[in-house]
């Protein structure tokens, strides 16, 4: 991306450090420091939803040739399977198979169809709805692990971190249609004082050009400082 959206910046960069705030008090929760916590009750998907909505939006903005966009999306993969990788090491019996790397990694590539300057907003706005609508149908039922990423996992099926395409894809269908909307021309007329008022939340504009590597270190350095203030609840997870 040539030129710098400062609103979008913003936007990610807000979204992440919700993300970053729910992830340190469940690691709290997690390790048995804080009892009041119920991440049955408080969930993280509004956050999530926000983070996967300017996905979808940034995908407009980037204006990657096809090849681009699939080496995009293999990136993410690849950082996804990571995450899977140490979290099976560390947390077997809830390890990562399909969160939100996987899911951003995975629909940008499926993405690619709509981003065409040709085909209108209204179509992957059409076909977010009926994605995200899905969900309802498939809610109470179970699958296998092959149907895991559309959103039918298998019975007693526990995970730290999961977004199927269903209904997530459709959230970042919503996004992109929502990019081709708002900027049909590389500008978003709207928002064209706003782009340059947020020039001034530069702390916040970093952390939305630097999601990716945030999001891969976050976790690590929230369980090293857990760790260096209540060693003892973290050593007794573990041993």
């Avoid at 690691?27 to 969930?43: A, E, K, M, R």
């Avoid at 040739?65 to 293999?74: E, H, Q, T």
């Avoid at 995970?159 to 269903?166: H, T």
């Amino acid at each position: 991306m040539g030129e710098r959206y400062y609103e979008v910046d913003a936007v990610r960069g807000t979204a992440l450090i919700f993300m970053v705030l729910y992830h340190t008090i469940f690691c709290l929760f997690f390790f048995g420091i804080i009892d009041w916590f119920n991440p049955q009750v408080i969930s993280g998907a509004a956050g999530a939803a926000v983070f996967i909505l300017v996905a979808g939006l940034s995908l407009v903005l980037a204006d990657r040739k096809p090849l681009g966009v699939v080496k995009r999306g293999i990136q993410l993969i690849a950082c996804g399977m990571i995450i899977t990788a140490v979290t099976w090491i560390v947390y077997p019996q809830g390890f990562v198979v399909f969160g939100i790397l996987h899911l951003i990694g995975f629909g940008t590539i499926l993405s690619l169809p709509f981003l065409s300057k040709k085909v209108k907003w209204y179509i992957p706005a059409l076909f977010g709805i009926v994605i995200a609508g899905l969900s309802f149908f498939l809610e109470g039922h179970t699958g296998s692990l092959l149907l895991l990423p559309f959103g039918l996992p298998y019975a007693g099926f526990v995970s730290l971190d999961y977004e199927p395409l269903i209904p997530w894809f459709g959230v970042l269908l919503l996004g992109l249609a929502a990019g081709k909307m708002l900027y049909p021309s590389g500008r978003c007329h709207l928002l064209s004082g706003l782009s340059q008022m947020l020039v001034f939340l530069r702390p916040v504009c970093f952390v939305g050009r630097h999601t990716l590597i945030i999001y891969m270190l976050h976790v690590p350095v929230i369980i090293l400082a857990v760790f260096l203030i209540f060693p003892d609840a973290v050593l007794s997870f573990l041993f």
